[in-house]
């Protein structure tokens, strides 16, 4: 009798799974995120950047319509970048990084790094120079807009711990993913017209590098579910 009430048991819980695995697909399929990137639930799990980036589209103001998105752009100096977020607050050009343990780094140094345990540290190229390298060349595609209407926006996963993260600029930030809701709702001055984003966005949407069996993204005022 109990070895069936506990059969009866892991039934009814792997049913229980079954069924939120199949919701969780289905909403993710059905999200614009999906749709339009071409990603799959396998990708999402399965690739670390992705599901960053899923999560960062998610914390994007859903009040607000005035935003476009592109991913993984190869820029003319075959520069890559992770997303250039569009936002009447300015172009955010956002470097993804995806590492665990205490980071330390200062915005005029050209190596940050990693600290796993005491003994062992992992160096890694500063991301706020990667990102105002590739401001420059955005530049270069996009020569009337003004130095200040750049912002560089560094995103590491909620994994890590910031330590002695130092920065001066007013035009770069670090965060985590956690923290970007937040850093969404704070009152940013509004730099671009949704005209002005339509134009770049047009401009850029060439340089939108993706696999051959990804759709090309096309993202405009997502609301992920």
Known sequence: MR?????ISILFIAIII???FLFALYMYENSPFSKTTGYTFIDLWTDKKIKSLYKIVRALPKESDNY???FNLVLPNNRNVDMVILHEAGIFVTDIKNLGGWIFGREQDSLWAQALHKDKLIKFNNPIIDTKLAILDLK???PNLA???FQSLIVFNDNCSFNKIE???????VVKV???KNYWKNDLDKKITTEEINKIYNALEKYVSFKENKKQPSINNITAN
Do not use: T, W, Y
Request: no cysteine; hydrophobic share 45%; glycine share 8%.
């Open 147 to 149: 130095r200040g209407h």
């Open 3 to 7: 070895v069936r009430q506990m059969a």
């Open 178 to 180: 956690k923290e970007l």
């Open 18 to 20: 079954g069924i939120l």
């Open 167 to 173: 920065i001066h600029s007013q035009n770069v930030d």
């Open 68 to 70: 476009k998105i592109l």
């Open 140 to 142: 270069e595609v996009l």
